[in-house]
């Protein structure tokens, strides 16, 4: 009787970790979803907002922290129960992340609100985002359901997401060689974008600790990267 209620309690610690981890990454796409949304807007009230939530995010990895660590000592997971204890504390850690990128997306959003818009390059990042918070919605449901072919699907759709990027770059660069005004606002909106990419980097990550939780192994090669931002060169018209 010991022995069955040990294990019931320990299923329900297991449980209460997928549940945070859901809660926190709902509450990651939402952000997310409302820091663009403030960007398209021009919504600095929105951005402000979104930028206070923000402690959420950190509350609720510090509350998947002390349930996994307390798990560790505790329990002595192995096997299959420690890959998953010590996968949501990474994808906590890349949750936490994705909140901060998207922070920052809020507070540049607060700086743009009082410049010249750039026509149609809010359009290009609200597009870049719409695939990011797809990929973050889908990787959710693989780690809930422990789908390892959604998971290996979000992975891949990643070099979608470096596309839009490098897109974006030469884009902005040439708006800021035709007039010097656009520098300042096309620099903030450079790094929104760089924000957007980076957050894409997280979600496949968590895909590929999903992909462990799994399967035991890690994918047999690296991930391809098409982001070629940093090789870009734009000749002025």
Do not use: W
């Amino acid at each position: 009787m010991e022995g069955e209620h040990i294990v019931k309690s320990f299923d329900e610690e297991l449980s209460h970790i997928n549940n945070l981890i859901a809660e926190m990454g709902g509450f990651a796409e939402i952000q997310l979803a409302r820091a663009v949304d403030a960007l398209k807007r021009r919504d600095s009230e929105l951005a402000e907002q979104v930028v206070r939530d923000d402690r959420q995010i950190d509350n609720l990895e510090q509350a998947i922290d002390e349930v996994t660590i307390r798990i560790l000592a505790l329990r002595n997971p192995v096997a299959d129960d420690l890959r998953s204890v010590t996968a949501a504390l990474k994808i906590a850690s890349n949750l936490e992340r994705i909140g901060d990128y998207t922070k920052n997306i809020a507070k540049r959003t607060i700086t743009l609100s009082h410049s010249h818009p750039i026509s149609g390059v809010a359009a290009s990042i609200v597009r870049m985002s719409a695939l990011v918070q797809d990929m973050i919605k889908n990787v959710l449901d693989a780690y809930a359901n422990g789908d390892d072919a959604k998971a290996t699907d979000v992975r891949n759709r990643d070099e979608e997401v470096d596309q839009h990027h490098t897109s974006l770059f030469r884009e902005l660069l040439t708006y800021m060689m035709e007039d010097a005004r656009n520098i300042t606002p096309c620099t903030h909106l450079l790094f929104i974008a760089k924000n957007v990419e980076r957050i894409g980097d997280h979600v496949t990550s968590i895909a590929e600790q999903v992909h462990f939780m799994s399967t035991g192994t890690k994918f047999p090669t690296e991930r391809t990267k098409k982001d070629e931002a940093s090789a870009t060169v734009v000749n002025p018209r």
